[in-house]
């Protein structure tokens, strides 16, 4: 039998252990992409070697459906793997995972297609491919090599699997809700389909915009408060907490085309501040 | 004489980078080895996503040896113009040649062996490659377009040792990912393709394009349906591919309710696959996707797998579907004010409403014959899909959905048809009056406020707007004061700011569109074949910005010029001008004292008008004429046919018969040739000098009337 929603993660953990990844659990804070984990954003910089994997929940209020979409959720998981320098073998590495998970590359057609990553939030790009299984996008595969705005070296390599959709792919389903979350029959709506219809009605209904602005501000300040007194992880921490609520807001849809620029410009400085911090602190 | 192999062996190439790179490639390598004077025969590249390759043929053994004799200063010269020489050809002073008072230097170069500048050349290459992006990975410091991990290099059987931030050059490399993981040796140049295919990997990008071209046609005639050939997506998938595998496979049949462009196109963008049409050309449920491997189970397990992608896409491009059929067009149009058109312009909604009046004036003016109501209906309604789920995902779509939805909620399908072809160049009257006075709005706003385009910077794309609008013009005859219309539409952006410095600024902002124009015709129609002198002769009568007249003069005039007879009375139209300005000849007497008078002339004004006395009338139109005194037969002749011409011509002229009018011109042929032959011109005698230079002038004038052939070339 395929592999249960948890028994994938347990088997990308067991295997990026075995590579020399230090298994993290998830941050516990809100955040739209495994890549605003501080173990991957401010990690990639400066100049020390860092292994790392872990599961993100990752938030993205405009992408919820309240549970009626088969494959959009507000709430979803990433699992998140970074290595620094990336070792020559990283392709190999990667397709080595797919192989324990029990994708067989005989049978399906895996390819890199050019994919060119970019993080207009965290002055962050790189170059790399979404990998394709049989024509779906399994996994975003990136070189940093620009992250706050500083030149990535060495270079860290990082592969973000989407979680539901290779546990759909593997287990062949066709709706997020029917995968089996354990071997014990509960599946992933069991679990989690009354989150996103709450998560929805209150991310497109519900919150409470002008808390959610003053909150915005709060969060810049508290930024800017940790950076003046040089301590980088929690000023780094508030630039997250300022990114969640912007994208509350646009879900909201509070939030104009010409703000919306600035309102990413803003989170932008807080989080190149923050980065500029941890590199001073660094040494 | 031996055959040369290189491969730059890397991670995962981008498709749409393997062409270029592959010209790079050649290109840099036949610079490298030329400057160094390595003869080499012919040059073949390669790319497949992991490899990029060459192959040069009859590569020589090593660069022929030189030698090369400088002069450098005379003997005589300061001592520093000596050093300087000995610097700069690394000689002693005793190793230099004395001739004649000067230094001769003579450098002699050995010949250099192949392969030492062969592995020059690949650092070179390395080092220079113009990749669009590039990266660095792990801890080094090279760039590629991705990691790159093996160098191999062979001249002959020989490896050519070259080393490249830790890559050193050899004979291995690797075959197809997963068919044939591990190492594989090549022999050389006389090996490699065929060493790679039997460890499945094509390195022919042209033979995979075949495989692709024919397989994918192959498939859907299997399932009896039709493949929609499309040669972007075989070049790319052909970049995506080292063993392509063209696979069919079907969707849901209800997804079809989905306009078919939208499917197409999430195939095509999203997926890269093929779609297919039945018997009668309609989309048909099925798709041919391009897989990198032949799978154990023959592709069941790869098709079912792309089905359910596709799938879960035409499931979320049915909900935006679904969700824009609820809103009523005019509904999303109202949407179209939060929507900024350019920072200085207003929002969609403003141009939206510049458009419709622009488009309803056009109408009104019987430029184009429609129906006002539709025409102005469908202006309004043109922009909404902008703000629609569908155009959203695929903004490429623009117009063709709003023309879908304008179908489902019943509006006349001239409208419809108006929403759905006026980004383009169409040829329904509602749909060329809307797409025209769309295009002129954005070219005149933009102008308006000083964004026009300079040198190679367009950034509004107003260029391509021009010609569209030209096209459109041209090809649905329109007629119309170009003028007229630019003034407009730059009228009623002024009015939406209630800006008076605009409003002032008309006159100077019209005529420089009429010069945009102009340059944009003839750009247009220079790829038509049509000489742009030409329209700069017709360009220069002023006043023509009837662009249908326009062009039919100029076609006109071309078809004229090129006969023999059009040639010749060019020559004849050259001489006589080159005459009057040689004799420095405005004209006769009686007229330029007017000038003196200081009545202004614009040109046009009859001569004759202000003239009362009934006798010097006569008389000064017999001088003007040219005919009074005429005493040779040749002159006689000429003002005979300039009587009948001028007449016959001018009447052409009025009624846009321009082939009449060339034709009226030719007939002066022979008498301005007779004239040439047998009058002279510049006469002893003052009053036969002034009366012959009149008639020049009056036949100038006369073949005129069509064009300037003065700014006519040959």
Known sequence: ?283 | MADFLLELLSEEIPARMQAKARNDLGRLFAECTGEAGLQTGAIDVFSTPRRLALIARDVAEATEASREEVKGPRTSAPPQALEGFLRKTGLRQEQLEERDGVYFAVIERAGRPAAEILADTISRIVAGFPWPKSMRWGDGTLRWVRPLHGIVAILGEDIVPVEIDGIVSGATTVGHRFHHPGDITIGGAQDYVEKLRACHVIVDQEERERLIREGADEAAREAGLKLLADEGLVVENAGLTEWPVPLLGRFDSEFLDVPREVIVLTMRTNQKYFACTNEDGLLAPAFVCVANVAAKDGGALIVEGNRRVLAARLADARFFWEQDLKVPLEEQAKKLNGIVFHEKLGTVADKVERVAKLARWLVERGVIQADTNQVERAARLAKADLVSGMVGEFPELQGVIGGYLAEAQSEPQAVADAVRDHYGTPGQPASAAVALADKLDTICAFFGVDLKPTGSKDPFALRRAAIASIEIIVRNGLRLSLTQAVRGALANRAAQVSDATATHRLDGTSEELIEFFAERLKVQQREAGVRHDLIDAVFALGGEDDLVRLLARVNALQSFVETEEGADLLTAYKRAANILKKENWTGPQVMSSREEQGIPQTGEEDPLVLVEEPGLKEAVAEIASGSAGADLPEEKALIAALNAVEREASAAVEAEDFTGAMAALASLRRPIDDFFDHVTVNDAEAAKRERRLNLLMRFRDAVNQVADFSRIEG
Request: glycine share 8%.
């Open chain 1, 1 to 283: 039998m395929s592999l249960s929603f948890q028994d994938l993660i347990l088997t990308l953990h067991r295997y990026w252990s075995a590579q020399g990844c230090v298994i993290l659990q998830p941050y516990d804070m809100e955040m739209g992409a495994g890549t605003f984990h501080p173990a991957t954003v401010l990690r990639a910089l400066g100049p020390d070697a860092w292994r790392a994997a872990y599961v993100q929940p990752c938030r993205r209020p405009t992408d919820g459906r309240y549970g009626e979409n088969p494959n959009r959720l507000g709430h979803y998981y990433q699992y998140q793997v970074v290595l620094k320098p990336s070792p020559d073998d990283l392709q190999e590495l990667y397709l080595g995972s797919l192989a324990e998970i029990g994708i067989d590359p005989l049978k399906h057609d895996i390819r890199f297609v050019e994919d060119d990553w970019e993080s207009p939030t965290l002055g962050a790009w790189g170059l790399g491919w979404e990998v394709w299984c049989d024509g779906m996008e399994v996994t975003q595969f990136t070189y940093f090599q620009q992250v706050g705005g500083f030149e990535c070296k060495p270079v860290t390599g990082e592969l973000t699997y989407g979680l539901e959709r290779l546990a759909m792919y593997i287990q062949g389903v066709d709706n997020v809700f029917d995968l089996r979350f354990n071997d014990a029959g509960v599946t992933y709506g069991n679990v989690f389909l009354e989150n996103e219809r709450q998560g929805s009605e209150y991310n497109f209904e519900v919150a409470n915009t002008n808390r959610l602005f003053q909150a915005f501000r709060e969060a810049a300040a508290e930024c800017e408060l940790c950076i003046e007194r040089k301590l980088p992880i929690p000023a780094y921490e508030q630039a997250i907490k300022a990114s969640h609520v912007f994208n509350t807001l646009q879900a909201r849809g509070v939030i104009s085309v010409a703000e919306r620029q600035a309102y990413i410009g803003r989170v932008r400085d807080l989080a190149k501040a923050a980065c500029e911090a941890w590199l001073e602190r660094a040494g």
